[in-house]
């Protein structure tokens, strides 16, 4: 391989070589890229795309070598980098590759104040996880489930109940609401960042005048279907009542599906809930949702892992390099 490797951001003038290397990973998944090609192209070529997509070539002969998929994520925990989907090229695999994919998202996170990565990868597929876990991943205390039946749910809001999506403007009003709430002191800030984000929103479940539940949602986009969805996460405000959490996160769950048909982005809903949370556990549970998975194959459950702190910025092999324009170029491990 040569000495040097380059990342290229994807537009019509290279959507091709990106194609192939997404056919390859539909294939090992055993789906099939169903997409449409000019949407793809759209999507990642819009102004502040959700599709964030860096293709790695060869800087001699121009190979592609692989790609990583990505979102910009808004949460409770801040803003990090959410990677829907990293391939390697079938004949580069093995050989340092994927950890230069990983380098590279690095350093963009590293230039956005990103404090995390984060992605789901499948119980059934060790390979992959001892990579991650090489590259200094750790599990997160998440559990990721498929709402897309929500989008064809046809109740009304939970009685009593209503729910607000925050706007810039009323950040003041937002913050100070929720200075009063022990379990939101930490992530105010948080909060707020998200809120000013073009693909994210922040809904706030309050019953008779009492904010009982946020959720945030984030935009994110599918390679294989080319379709855009949503990923949904909860805070529950207002003690522990399970009943009156859940019935919080049904109505936000609801507005969501709301939004999702105005922009026609009902491709998929996501949901990532705290392990640790009874209510969030009892919301899964009375919705009836599906756990994320791969396949039929019971084995193909997925698990929440990320890149943070010094895993993030310089640890485990994720050595520094330059950066060139729109381009990221560094030197192969030696």
């Not at 790695?56 to 979102?71: I, T």
């Amino acid at each position: 391989m040569g000495s040097e490797t380059v990342f290229d951001q994807v537009g019509r003038h290279n959507f091709a070589h990106l194609k192939g290397l997404v056919m390859q990973q539909a294939e090992d998944h055993a789906c099939l890229y169903r997409g449409n090609d000019c949407q793809f192209v759209a999507a990642l070529e819009a102004s502040n795309p959700v599709a964030r997509t860096l293709l790695l070539r060869d800087q001699y002969n121009a190979a592609s070598l692989g790609y990583v998929l990505y979102s910009r994520n808004y949460g409770f925990k801040g803003k990090g980098l959410y990677i829907e989907d990293i391939c390697v090229s079938r004949d580069r695999r093995s050989s340092g590759t994927g950890m230069r994919l990983m380098r590279g998202l690095a350093e963009i996170a590293q230039v956005e104040l990103a404090t995390s990565i984060s992605w789901v990868v499948a119980r059934n597929n060790p390979l992959a996880i001892q990579f991650y876990e090489r590259a200094g991943a750790q599990p997160l205390p998440y559990s990721g489930y498929d709402c897309a039946d929500l989008f064809d749910n046809k109740s009304v809001l939970p009685n009593g109940y209503e729910v607000k999506k925050f706007e810039s403007d009323e950040k003041d009003f937002l913050r100070a609401t929720l200075l009063g709430y022990e379990q939101a002191q930490n992530k105010v800030d948080n909060i707020l960042l998200a809120v000013d984000a073009e693909h994210a929103n922040v809904y706030a479940a309050y019953k008779q005048g009492v904010l009982v539940a946020l959720g945030i949602s984030n935009s994110n986009f599918s390679s294989f279907r080319t379709v855009y969805g949503y990923k949904l996460e909860f805070l529950e405000l207002e003690g522990q009542d399970v009943n009156r959490n859940c019935a919080a996160f049904e109505a936000i769950a609801h507005r969501v599906c709301q939004d999702a048909h105005d922009y026609d982005h009902t491709g998929h809903l996501n949901l990532f809930i705290q392990k640790a949370s009874e209510s969030q556990c009892a919301f899964v549970t009375k919705m009836r949702v599906s756990p994320l998975r791969m396949s039929d194959d019971p084995k193909s459950f997925l698990d929440m892992y990320s890149l943070s702190g010094a895993a993030l910025f310089g640890h485990a092999g994720l050595n520094p390099y330059s950066t060139q324009g729109e381009h990221f170029s560094f030197a192969a491990a030696a």
